[in-house]
């Protein structure tokens, strides 16, 4: 079946201007999940879904980050005002959360940032 | 806080030589515990877990025990070949809603 899917794949943008990130988590998957990966910060949370609502974003790195999901599928990673800092693979991954914590997340592509 | 920590790369090894690479945790209640790999080019993917303590988690030849006494998980493979270069990264899980704190991770280069 299909898995995670993101896009775009690859995004360069020029600092100063908004980016949106866009994941499709497979189907039935009722809880949504948003990492960072970069060279200096490693693999890091950003904000985890269940359902449209955003229980956790602890991890969000300011204000300028922003996430949405609607119809318990479908979710935008909104990065407001980019600054080179923002460069990094954003990656996305479902699950089934079922029993706190224990079952797989599966992971999409991610989006590869560049902001100029 | 939650952390995990797990040795430092890049690893090198020959085919067929044994594979560890050390992962510890500090996490209060009880977490569940990952290894995830991302091959050259791919995205992440699961490679094998345990969510209570002694459990053994395995997969193509890899294994990893979730040892509580000295929070750890170290990855095993009796014998690496090329197909396993990649980059290792240990996990856990240890709030309700489920997210993961990742190691820095440990690049693994399998020479012929």
């Known amino acids: 079946g299909a898995g995670v899917s993101q896009s775009p794949s690859n995004k360069v943008t020029e600092k100063g201007k908004d980016v949106e990130l866009r994941c499709d988590p497979i189907s039935g998957h009722t809880a949504l999940y948003w990492y960072r990966q970069s060279l200096g910060q490693g693999l890091e949370f950003l904000i985890y879904f269940q359902g449209n609502s955003a229980p956790d974003k602890s991890g969000l790195p300011s204000d300028r980050f922003s996430a949405e999901r609607t119809g318990g599928s479908v979710s935008t990673l909104t990065i407001q005002r980019t600054q080179q800092e923002d460069s990094a693979v954003y990656l996305c991954?479902?699950?089934?959360?079922?029993?706190?914590?224990?079952?797989?997340?599966?992971f999409g592509p991610g989006t590869r940032l560049l902001v100029l | 806080g939650n952390s995990v920590t797990q040795m430092e790369g890049p690893v090198t090894l020959s085919e067929e030589a044994f594979l560890t690479i050390n992962c510890t945790y500090t996490?209060?209640?009880?977490?569940?515990l990952f290894w995830y790999v991302q091959y050259p080019g791919e995205g992440l993917q699961l490679l094998l877990k345990?969510?209570?303590?002694?459990d053994k988690g395995s997969n193509k030849g890899f294994e990893a025990t979730y040892r509580k006494e000295t929070t750890s998980f170290h990855l095993e493979k009796g014998s690496v070949q090329v197909s396993d270069s990649a980059v290792y990264f240990c996990?856990?899980?240890?709030?309700?809603?489920?997210?993961?704190?990742f190691g820095q991770g440990t690049e693994l280069s399998v020479k012929p």
């Open positions: 991954a479902s699950s089934l959360l079922l029993t706190g914590g224990q079952e797989t997340q599966y």
């Open positions: 996490a209060t209640g009880y977490p569940s």
């Open positions: 996990a856990l899980s240890a709030s309700q809603g489920g997210k993961l704190i």
């Open positions: 345990a969510t209570k303590a002694d």
